[in-house]
Nanobody, 114 residues
Framework: QVQLVESGGGLVQAGGSLRLSCAASRSIFSINDMGWYRQAPGKQRELVAAITSGRITNYADSVKGRFTISRDNAKNTVYLQMNSLKPEDTAVYYC????????WGQGTQVTVSS
């Protein structure tokens, strides 16, 4: 069983920045599939950004150029740096890992005011 604990969400004005962290309860060194998803009220959960063990990244078109995903294997932590935030980025953000099955964090609320 793997635990994922997110932190760093909050309320920010449009144009502001937040950094989300996802701490895993096991080593992520060899984990190839880690990422961040988000779910806004009334909408389906969507992929925001993903990163492989080789640090290849993938982003949703809506966040390209504004968000950056990274990983620190020594700290078993994945980050999501979010800049130039927009009201439409408001959602619950979830950390995801695939390791012999899918694991999800509890989610952290990000609210962007206009």
């Amino acid at each position: 069983q793997v635990q994922l604990v997110e932190s760093g969400g909050g309320l920010v004005q449009a144009g502001g920045s937040l950094r989300l962290s996802c701490a895993a309860s096991r080593s992520i060194f060899s984990i190839n599939d880690m990422g961040w998803y988000r779910q806004a009220p009334g909408k389906q959960r969507e992929l925001v950004a993903a990163i492989t063990s080789g640090r290849i990244t993938n982003y949703a078109d809506s966040v390209k150029g504004r968000f950056t995903i990274s990983r620190d294997n020594a700290k078993n932590t994945v980050y999501l740096q979010m800049n130039s935030l927009k009201p439409e980025d408001t959602a619950v953000y979830y950390c995801h890992m695939y390791y012999y099955g899918a694991y999800w964090g509890q989610g952290t609320q990000v609210t962007v005011s206009s």
